[in-house]
């Protein structure tokens, strides 16, 4: 079989509602006992984020659906692209608004487009990766000629106050003196924010405009020795074993257990995320793809917090990839951490800015804290 390149041809965004401040998201997302506000919101540097809710009513403006299939009609409105002619939708989220049907079927719904192939990824940030790699894949093989791939959160709704449970006391005093605790259910209500973001592949670059081929996409799990970190849907016990929600007697009592809270371990991600998706991962992928820091001319990571800004530059380092900081693009201060979405609207605010150059080289970072996955992609304006 035939694989030809594959071009992103045009990068969208959507972001709903106005932006929202730091003084104005207990007004969105309710008001609750907080000893950590302050403390998380100086550590991870966001000023501010969108939220799919109407702050005067409470009420969710938008499904995760809808603003992934608002994303993907931004790439009509502002490119020129039919969403009638998609032959190929792939379509990410870290949790759908519903258990069933797929997340993809309720995107495509949505659009109310002709009958087409759609893809679900699962996972968490990377499922992002998952779905570019599919719909990147359906294109490079030439069973289509054209796909659409899009990530989309609406973190929003697990973040309300009556969804974030109670801080651990003992975590929230440790808390000045160790920032990186700061991820539990209360504390992740301050990072987490909604987004879609949705990109158009072809098979040849546009004449007149950016375009950006996908020169390869790497994805690795370390689920085979790490323990969960970051869930939803269950609760770990004491040895370590996750008990999801459908093993409880009720979901009542599923519910009374805190099931349905997101949390993460926060010791756990601060002592290992970047040991095991970069000190670890990223020498086997400069090897196989025989890259170099130097011929790096943009690095796009995406991570939930400013605090993680700075041990990434030193692990990278340390695995003799050291990037200059002049050469990193994220927009994490103005939009928040969006989950999967966040490296499709990182992406596309610089395909947008007019200051990618012909030959440039992007290489993009999508760390996964679930179960610790990572995935890397590398890209060329052409």
Not at 180 to 185: K, S, V
């Given at each position: 079989?035939?694989?030809?390149?594959?071009?992103?041809?045009?990068?969208?965004?959507?972001?709903?509602?106005?932006?929202?401040?730091?003084?104005?998201?207990?007004?969105?997302?309710?008001?609750?006992?907080?000893?950590?506000?302050?403390?998380?919101?100086?550590?991870?540097g966001?000023v501010?984020?969108?939220?799919?809710?109407?702050?005067?009513?409470?009420?969710?403006?938008h499904?995760?659906?809808?603003?992934?299939?608002?994303?993907?009609?931004?790439?009509?409105?502002?490119?020129?692209?039919?969403p009638?002619?998609?032959?190929?939708?792939?379509?990410?989220?870290?949790?759908?608004?519903?258990?069933?049907?797929?997340?993809?079927?309720m995107?495509?719904?949505?659009?109310?487009?002709?009958?087409c192939?759609?893809?679900?990824?699962?996972?968490?940030?990377?499922s992002?990766?998952?779905?570019?790699?599919?719909?990147?894949?359906g294109?490079?093989?030439g069973?289509?000629?054209?796909?659409?791939?899009?990530?989309?959160?609406?973190?929003?709704?697990?973040?309300?106050?009556?969804?974030?449970?109670?801080?651990?006391?003992?975590?929230?005093?440790?808390?000045?003196?160790?920032?990186?605790?700061?991820?539990?259910?209360?504390?992740?209500?301050?990072?987490?924010?909604?987004?879609?973001?949705?990109f158009?592949?072809?098979?040849?670059?546009?004449?007149?405009?950016?375009?950006?081929?996908i020169?390869?996409?790497?994805?690795?799990?370390?689920a085979?020795?790490?323990?969960?970190?970051?869930?939803?849907?269950?609760?770990?016990?004491?040895?370590?074993?996750?008990?999801?929600?459908?093993?409880?007697?009720?979901?009542?009592?599923?519910?009374?257990?805190?099931?349905?809270?997101?949390?993460?371990?926060?010791?756990?991600?601060?002592?290992?995320?970047l040991?095991?998706?970069?000190?670890?991962?990223?020498?086997?992928?400069?090897?196989?793809?025989?890259?170099?820091?130097?011929?790096?001319?943009?690095?796009?990571?995406?991570?939930?917090?400013?605090?993680?800004?700075?041990?990434?530059?030193?692990?990278?380092?340390?695995?003799?990839?050291?990037i200059?900081?002049?050469?990193?693009?994220?927009?994490?201060?103005?939009?928040?951490?969006?989950?999967?979405?966040?490296i499709?609207?990182?992406?596309?605010?610089?395909?947008?800015?007019?200051?990618?150059?012909?030959?440039?080289?992007?290489?993009?970072?999508i760390?996964?804290?679930?179960?610790?996955?990572?995935?890397?992609l590398?890209?060329?304006?052409a």
């Open positions: 079989m035939t694989v030809a390149d594959v071009y992103i041809t045009a990068a969208s965004g959507f972001l709903p509602n106005a932006p929202v401040t730091n003084d104005g998201i207990e007004a969105v997302l309710g008001t609750g006992p907080s000893r950590t506000r302050e403390i998380v919101l100086r550590n991870n966001i501010t984020r969108h939220y799919a809710i109407d702050p005067e009513t409470g009420v969710t403006t499904t995760c659906a809808e603003m992934a299939a608002e994303a993907v009609r931004i790439l009509g409105r502002e490119h020129g692209f039919s009638e002619k998609i032959k190929l939708l792939a379509c990410a989220t870290t949790a759908a608004d519903q258990l069933m049907p797929g997340h993809g079927s995107v495509h719904g949505e659009l109310a487009t002709p009958a192939e759609i893809m679900s990824a699962s996972g968490i940030c990377l992002s990766m998952a779905a570019l790699k599919y719909a990147m894949n294109v490079a093989t069973e289509h000629k054209n796909a659409v791939a899009c990530g989309a959160e609406q973190s929003s709704s697990f973040m309300r106050a009556g969804f974030c449970g109670n801080t651990d006391k003992n975590c929230a005093d440790d808390l000045e003196k160790h920032p990186g605790l700061a991820f539990e259910a209360e504390f992740l209500r301050w990072m987490l924010s909604d987004g879609a973001g949705a158009l592949l072809e098979p040849r670059p546009r004449p007149g405009a950016v375009s950006l081929r020169d390869w996409i790497e994805m690795v799990s370390h085979g020795n790490m323990p969960v970190c970051m869930y939803a849907g269950g609760r770990l016990s004491e040895n370590g074993q996750l008990k999801g929600w459908r093993e409880y007697g009720s979901p009542r009592e599923a519910a009374d257990n805190g099931a349905f809270f997101v949390r993460q371990n926060a010791k756990l991600l601060n002592q290992e995320v040991n095991v998706l970069v000190d670890q991962t990223l020498p086997d992928i400069v090897r196989k793809r025989g890259i170099t820091p130097e011929g790096i001319d943009w690095f796009l990571p995406h991570y939930s917090s400013q605090y993680f800004r700075r041990p990434l530059g030193e692990h990278l380092a340390t695995a003799n990839f050291a200059p900081e002049e050469k990193w693009f994220t927009n994490l201060v103005s939009r928040g951490n969006t989950g999967s979405a966040a499709y609207l990182i992406i596309d605010e610089l395909f947008n800015s007019g200051r990618l150059k012909k030959d440039d080289r992007l290489l993009c970072f760390p996964e804290s679930g179960r610790f996955s990572v995935g890397y590398h890209l060329t304006v």
